[in-house]
């Protein structure tokens, strides 16, 4: 279970990282005309911003505590915002009536859920305990 667990930690943080750099690197006018992106027409720009940075955020929230067992608790924190993510990506998919969308919004956040569920009770990463 160890070996799935973080291999899909790996995964999601880098679709979590991927997705959030595009949003944080690509030009707002860009983003509207991309296809699978025209949601983003919906929000200001900084708030598209907003949602690439907590992306990337969350992605390095899934490996960065849990590899350095410095406040490992940080990394079923970051899947449930992720998760959190994934439910407002829906309900925007789902009020703009893109539904394919959806499917990929269930997916990632349902692996983050497991995550969360697997570092929190399943297989609990320890903190590092100073040395004497």
Same mark, same amino acid.
């Not at 160890?2 to 930690?9: R, T, V």
């Not at 949601?39 to 911003?49: D, E, G, R, T």
């Not at 949602?51 to 608790?73: F, K, N, Q, S, W």
């Not at 079923?76 to 829906?90: D, E, F, K, R, S």
């Given at each position: ?20 750099? *595009? ?88 692996? *983050? ?20």
């Amino acid at each position: 279970m160890k070996y799935i667990l973080w291999i899909i930690q790996l995964l999601l943080a880098v679709a979590f990282i991927g997705a959030g750099v *595009a949003k944080i690197t690509t030009p707002y006018d860009t983003l509207i005309a991309t296809q699978g992106m025209e949601w983003s027409q919906m929000f200001p720009a900084p708030i598209v911003l907003a949602i690439g940075v907590l992306e990337v955020l969350g992605g390095i929230g899934l490996i960065l505590p849990a590899l350095t067992r410095i406040m490992p608790i940080l990394t079923p924190a970051a899947a449930i915002g992720l998760a959190l993510t994934m439910v407002g990506a829906a309900i925007t998919h789902g009020i703009r009536a893109e539904w394919s969308n959806i499917a990929p919004n269930a997916v990632l956040g349902g692996l *983050a859920l497991f995550i969360a569920y697997g570092r929190l009770s399943i297989m609990p990463i320890e903190p590092r305990t100073p040395k004497a």
